[in-house]
């Protein structure tokens, strides 16, 4: 009865801040009042805890067990860890992140941007046993079931022509699970994932939607927490891997130091991030 209450009022509130959002026209500039220091802390382990929504924002309520909520509650490493390559070598700029998620990268040059982005969406679908959500495209269109791979059916990939034959009994592990990860990231990426999902809008951003442009090289980061006001209007956290492969870490707003690592929807046009600059027009959604 909890969640069914929670999720009517969450309901209630989006359609309020639509409703708002094509009638009201906000002229004021954002500058946050609060410190730096506020913003962070320092000793929490969680995404949800480790940063306090800047002033007058309140941190957007999710559903239990949803992604945003698998999300939100992502466990990080100690504050001021430095990122590190999957060679284990760190990663030649130490100045872009402000938080390290506490995830492996991997003994390969594969869990690039699209990867993380991938990999977190899989993670959580295999930790709610939703197998039959997890499904992703290479770039030549191929589309890899885990569900059939959970079947012990193996990918053969012969130039560009990709083909299923039965290998094994059910291999249900999660060792298995990241042999098949290993597989996608091989063969997927920014151009395949960005031709895969669906559009969203900028006011309907959600925790969960990713950022992404397709190409070779592209990029893409992900939206792993969110604050509104009373306006409606939004803040979020971003994290990314880039290249080569390395952890995934949440990133600085270079563009305005007194919200960092908060990024605003406010009067948003280009999405400025250390390593890359997006478009409000390049978020995509998991479906």
């Given amino acids: 009865m909890k969640r069914l209450l929670l999720s009517i009022l969450t309901f209630l509130f989006i359609l309020s801040c639509q409703d708002k959002g094509r009638n009201m026209q906000v002229k004021t500039l954002f500058t946050s009042k609060v410190p730096m220091t506020e913003l962070l802390n320092k000793e929490a382990k969680t995404i949800k805890n480790r940063f306090n929504p800047p002033r007058d924002y309140k941190r957007v309520m999710v559903t239990l067990k949803s992604f945003a909520y698998y999300l939100q509650n992502?466990?990080?490493?100690?504050?001021?860890?430095?990122?590190?390559?999957?060679?284990?070598?760190?990663?030649?700029?130490?100045d872009v992140h402000t938080a390290i998620l506490d995830i492996d990268v991997g003994k390969r040059d594969l869990?690039?941007?699209?990867?993380?982005?991938?990999?977190?969406r899989a993670e959580y679908l295999f930790q709610q046993k939703q197998y039959d959500k997890i499904s992703f495209n290479f770039t030549n269109g191929f589309k890899a079931s885990y569900s059939k791979w959970r079947k012990g059916y193996r990918i053969n990939v012969n130039g560009n022509?990709?083909?299923?034959?039965?290998?094994?009994?059910?291999?249900?592990?999660?060792?298995?699970?990241?042999?098949?990860?290993?597989?996608v990231f091989s063969y997927a990426g920014t151009l395949s994932l960005a031709k895969e999902l669906p559009d969203r809008k900028l006011e309907e951003l959600q925790i969960g939607d990713i950022f992404i442009q397709g190409g070779s090289p592209g990029h893409a980061i992900i939206v792993v927490d969110m604050a509104e006001n009373k306006l409606c209007e939004k803040m979020?956290?971003?994290?990314?891997?880039?290249?080569?492969?390395?952890?995934?870490?949440?990133?600085?707003?270079?563009?305005?130091?007194?919200?960092?690592?908060?990024?605003?929807?406010?009067?948003?046009?280009?999405?400025?991030?250390?390593?890359?600059?997006?478009?409000?027009?390049?978020?995509?959604?998991f479906k």
């Avoid at 990709?162 to 597989?183: G, H």
């Avoid at 960092?260 to 478009?279: A, D, G, V």
């Fill in 161 to 183: 022509k990709v083909t299923w034959y039965k290998s094994t009994q059910n291999a249900t592990s999660y060792q298995s699970f990241r042999k098949y990860l290993v597989m």
């Fill in 236 to 285: 979020f956290l971003l994290a990314q891997s880039y290249m080569p492969a390395q952890e995934i870490h949440i990133l600085k707003n270079p563009t305005n130091t007194s919200i960092s690592p908060w990024y605003s929807t406010r009067n948003l046009e280009k999405l400025i991030t250390p390593e890359w600059t997006f478009t409000k027009d390049d978020i995509k959604y």
């Fill in 111 to 120: 869990q690039q941007c699209a990867d993380a982005t991938m990999r977190l």
């Fill in 74 to 94: 992502f466990k990080l490493e100690p504050h001021e860890a430095k990122v590190h390559l999957y060679n284990g070598e760190l990663k030649y700029r130490q």
